[in-house]
T-cell receptor
């Protein structure tokens, strides 16, 4: 299994600002993903974080709004840019180490005022 | 891409009652199937999984069997406890192509167990 940590665990931000969320895995993982969980909703995949190349975004999500980095096999960041109250959600990263199982971080709870 | 239909909640049970949460999916190929659980105020935890037809995943008294013919992966537990109160998500994983490795989550089922 993989243990995944995220920073920050929560934040309250002002409209128009940006927040970068960090995701650290305790072992190398093949694939990393970022998900969003809006209040009372299920999880929606934002993008696949690709090591050494641009992330692959799902329909409805764009790089300008959610830039992602993945400099190595254990670390990724997601930035939520130019935030609005609609971006208030829990953001989760996950990692898959070739065992066909994804493990999730504890999530970052974002509130935008 | 994959899609999931999960039993709507909330589900309220008394302790020691039998639990079933239905999950059916549509997918290309033969995806691995997962149940995740989210306890109040906590992150998402893997509950169990099955990777091929007729496999049974089990953990903490929960079970689910991969039914290819009915494209279902229903979650069951014979005797629930108060500590099982949580949100349960069914999720197939993409098996190939651009869907490989991606989870598609059901809407989640809120389970509340009363003493």
């Amino acid at each position: 299994s993989a243990v995944i940590s995220q920073k920050p665990s929560r934040d309250i931000c002002q409209r128009g600002t940006s927040l970068t969320i960090q995701c650290q895995v305790d072992s190398q993982v093949t694939m990393m993903f970022w998900y969003r969980q809006q209040p009372g909703q299920s999880l929606t995949l934002i993008a696949t974080a690709n090591q050494g190349s641009e992330a692959t975004y799902e329909s409805g999500f764009v790089i300008d709004k959610f830039p992602i980095s993945r400099p190595n096999l254990t670390f990724s960041t997601l930035t939520v840019s130019n935030m609005s109250p609609e971006d208030s959600s829990i953001y989760l990263c996950s990692g898959e180490a070739g065992t066909d199982t994804q493990y999730f971080g504890p999530g970052t709870r974002l509130t935008v005022l | 891409g994959n899609s999931v239909t999960q039993m709507e909640g909330p589900v309220t049970l008394s302790e020691e009652a039998f639990l079933t949460i239905n999950c059916t999916y549509t997918a290309t190929g033969y995806p691995s199937l997962f149940w995740y659980v989210q306890y109040p105020g906590e992150g998402l935890q893997l509950l169990l999984k099955a990777t091929k037809a007729d496999d049974k995943g089990s953990n903490k008294g929960f079970e689910a069997t991969y039914r290819k013919e009915t494209t279902s992966f229903h979650l069951e537990k014979g005797s629930v406890q108060v500590s099982d109160s949580a949100v349960y998500f069914c999720a197939p994983m993409g098996a190939g192509g651009t869907s490989y490795g991606k989870l598609t989550f059901g809407q989640g089922t809120i389970l509340t167990v009363h003493p």
